[in-house]
């Protein structure tokens, strides 16, 4: 089982940063590929990015190219979301997520962080 501690989020005008970071207990985290998703009020739960146990692969959602990172230090067991040019659409609790090795970065995702919210004034 993997346990998974959120920090960071909280309110910011558009156009500012936040980073998202996500420590995992796995000791094995290094063979673990992560991902963090969103969900807005009303709406579904939708990906944002994911990054593959090397950092080798990365993908992102279309919706926050250019503007967001993940990065993952697996020497902390931690992986991060950059967060830059935020807009209100941003707006959601945020979630990182750990699924184990797989061909695709959007296999299932077994567990979860405990989510954090973002929001994004105008």
């Known amino acids: 089982q993997v346990q998974l501690v959120q920090s960071g989020g909280g309110l910011v005008q558009a156009g500012g940063s936040l980073r998202l970071s996500c420590t995992a207990s796995?000791?094995?985290?290094?063979?673990?590929?992560m991902g963090w998703f969103r969900q807005a009020p009303g709406k579904e739960r939708e990906f944002v990015a994911a990054?593959?146990?090397?950092?080798?692969?990365?993908q992102y959602a279309d919706s926050v190219k250019g503007r967001f990172t993940i990065s993952r230090d697996n020497a902390q067991t931690t992986v991060y979301l950059q967060m830059n040019d935020l807009e209100p659409e941003d707006t959601a609790v945020y979630y990182c997520?750990?699924?184990?090795?797989?061909?695709?970065?959007?296999?299932?995702?077994?567990?979860w962080g405990q989510g954090t919210q973002v929001t994004v004034s105008s």
């Open positions: 796995k000791r094995t985290f290094s063979m673990i590929r």
């Open positions: 997520a750990s699924g184990e090795p797989a061909p695709s970065l959007m296999a299932r995702y077994d567990y």
């Open positions: 990054i593959t146990y090397n950092s080798g692969t990365i």
